[in-house]
C-alpha cells in the first residue's frame, strides 16, 4: 500500500489557477471514484475539501474542484486567493485488499 | 455539529504501549453508517491512516501497522480507541481520530502529540 504520489510544491498568483495532481494505480484511484482532498494550514487538523471525486461538501468554496483521469485524480483551485495557502493531501480508498484508505504525499501550495 | 477530541498520554516509553482515546459529542457514535478512524501525521510529514472501526465492532487495519494496532470502540460513552504497541521514535507523530463516511473524512478531531523516547 504506497502512498499516491502528488508534486511537492505548486505555486501561483492571486486570481491565477492551479491543478495539484495525485498519481496512484489501478488499485486504489483507477478503480474507485472515491477520492477525496483535504486542505491542512499549519498547526491544524485538515478539511475535507472534495469527496467521491468531484463532490464539494457544504460551505467548500465553488473555487475547488475535482476531477480524474484513469489513475490520476486531480484538485483545481481556481482564482487562487491568500488564504489557499497550505498543503493538500489526496486520499483514496485502497480497496477491498485491506478496506482502508491510502493517503496522497501532500502538495505545499504557495501564493506568490 | 459533531466534534471529537483525542485524550490519553503525550509521552510513552520505547517497547511501550501507545493508548489514545477520542471522545465524540454532538450526536451519537451508533447513529449513522460512519466508521471511525485514527490517522497520524509525523512532524513535517505526511498523512498516514492507521485503522478503522464501525460501531457493529469491525475493524480495518492499515498493513503496515496492522500486527501492533488495535481499535475498540465503547458506544457507551461515546467514544473509541487506538492501541499501538511495542513503540518507537519512529511512531512519534500527531495522532488524529476523525469520523469517516464512505469514502471520506468529514470531521476530525484536534489531533495530539505524542512523543515516544525514554
Given at each position: 500500500?504506497?502512498?499516491?504520489?502528488?508534486?511537492?510544491?505548486?505555486?501561483?498568483?492571486?486570481?491565477?489557477s492551479?491543478?495539484?495532481?495525485?498519481?496512484?494505480?489501478?488499485?486504489?484511484?483507477?478503480s474507485?471514484?472515491?477520492?477525496?482532498?483535504?486542505?491542512?494550514?499549519?498547526?491544524?487538523?485538515?478539511?475535507?475539501?472534495?469527496?467521491?471525486g468531484?463532490?464539494?461538501?457544504?460551505g467548500v468554496?465553488?473555487?475547488?474542484?475535482?476531477?480524474?483521469?484513469?489513475?490520476?485524480?486531480?484538485?483545481?483551485?481556481?482564482?487562487?486567493?491568500?488564504?489557499?495557502?497550505?498543503?493538500y493531501?489526496?486520499?483514496?480508498?485502497?480497496?477491498?485488499?485491506?478496506?482502508?484508505?491510502?493517503f496522497?504525499?501532500?502538495?505545499?501550495?504557495?501564493?506568490? | 455539529?459533531?466534534?471529537?477530541q483525542?485524550s490519553?498520554?503525550?509521552?510513552?516509553?520505547?517497547s511501550?504501549?501507545?493508548?489514545?482515546?477520542?471522545?465524540?459529542?454532538?450526536g451519537?457514535?451508533?447513529?449513522?453508517?460512519?466508521?471511525?478512524?485514527?490517522?497520524?501525521?509525523?512532524?513535517?510529514?505526511?498523512l498516514?491512516?492507521?485503522g478503522?472501526?464501525?460501531?457493529?465492532?469491525?475493524?480495518?487495519?492499515?498493513?503496515?501497522?496492522?500486527?501492533r494496532?488495535?481499535?475498540?470502540?465503547?458506544?457507551?460513552?461515546?467514544?473509541?480507541?487506538?492501541?499501538?504497541?511495542?513503540?518507537?521514535?519512529?511512531?512519534?507523530?500527531?495522532?488524529?481520530?476523525?469520523?469517516?463516511?464512505?469514502?471520506?473524512?468529514?470531521?476530525?478531531?484536534?489531533?495530539?502529540?505524542?512523543?515516544?523516547?525514554?
Open positions: 500500500q504506497s502512498a499516491l504520489t502528488q508534486p511537492a510544491s505548486v505555486s501561483g498568483s492571486p486570481g491565477q492551479i491543478t495539484i495532481s495525485c498519481t496512484g494505480t489501478s488499485s486504489d484511484v483507477g474507485y471514484n472515491l477520492v477525496s482532498w483535504y486542505q491542512q494550514h499549519p498547526g491544524k487538523a485538515p478539511k475535507l475539501m472534495i469527496y467521491e468531484s463532490k464539494r461538501p457544504s468554496s465553488n473555487r475547488f474542484s475535482g476531477s480524474k483521469s484513469g489513475n490520476t485524480a486531480s484538485l483545481t483551485i481556481s482564482g487562487l486567493q491568500a488564504e489557499d495557502e497550505a498543503d493531501y489526496c486520499c483514496s480508498y485502497a480497496g477491498s485488499s485491506t478496506f482502508g484508505y491510502v496522497g504525499t501532500g502538495t505545499k501550495v504557495t501564493v506568490l | 455539529q459533531v466534534q471529537l483525542e490519553g498520554p503525550g509521552l510513552v516509553k520505547p511501550q504501549t501507545l493508548s489514545l482515546t477520542c471522545t465524540v459529542s454532538g451519537s457514535i451508533s447513529s449513522g453508517s460512519y466508521y471511525w478512524s485514527w490517522i497520524r501525521q509525523p512532524a513535517g510529514k505526511g498516514e491512516w492507521i478503522r472501526i464501525y460501531t457493529s465492532g469491525s475493524t480495518n487495519y492499515n498493513p503496515s501497522l496492522k500486527s494496532v488495535t481499535i475498540s470502540v465503547d458506544t457507551s460513552k461515546n467514544q473509541f480507541s487506538l492501541k499501538l504497541s511495542s513503540v518507537t521514535a519512529a511512531d512519534t507523530a500527531v495522532y488524529y481520530c476523525a469520523r469517516t463516511r464512505s469514502s471520506s473524512i468529514d470531521y476530525w478531531g484536534q489531533g495530539t502529540l505524542v512523543t515516544v523516547s525514554s
